[in-house]
Nanobody
């Protein structure tokens, strides 16, 4: 059974950092691109970052500055999202996602996702 389990969310003050983790099980992790999406209240789910099977990252226009970093660990079958210099507008539920192939979707469409994690809440507030 394919499963993605996120962890690492929480409540932080503006300017602080968080590291989100996603543990993947039930499929050959090395053969699929992995990504992170987020959904704020009242808004559509949007792509944040993707990392392909070669370990190359793709960051979507959601993030206009180099504040986030995506990485993957093939030994631990895990993908990570480092969030730095957080701002209130980053408040959302962050979802780990398994793409349906080796490569990242250029447009970050949810159509390219075949499995979602349950999500982890990130709240940025003073």
């Amino acid at each position: 059974q394919v499963q993605l389990v996120e962890s690492g969310g929480g409540l932080v003050q503006p300017g602080n950092s968080l590291r989100l983790s996603c543990a993947a099980t039930g499929f050959n992790f090395a053969n699929f691109a992995m990504g992170w999406f987020r959904q704020a209240p009242g808004k559509e789910r949007e792509a944040v970052a993707c990392i392909n099977t070669g370990g190359y990252p793709l960051y979507y226009p959601t993030i206009t500055e180099d504040r986030f970093t995506v990485a993957r660990d093939y030994d631990k079958n895990s993908v990570y999202l480092q969030l730095n210099a957080l701002i209130p507008e980053d408040t959302a539920i962050y979802y780990c996602a398994k793409f349906n192939g080796r490569y990242c979707s250029i447009r970050g469409s949810t159509d390219a996702i075949d499995t979602w994690g349950q999500g982890t809440q990130v709240t940025v507030s003073s």
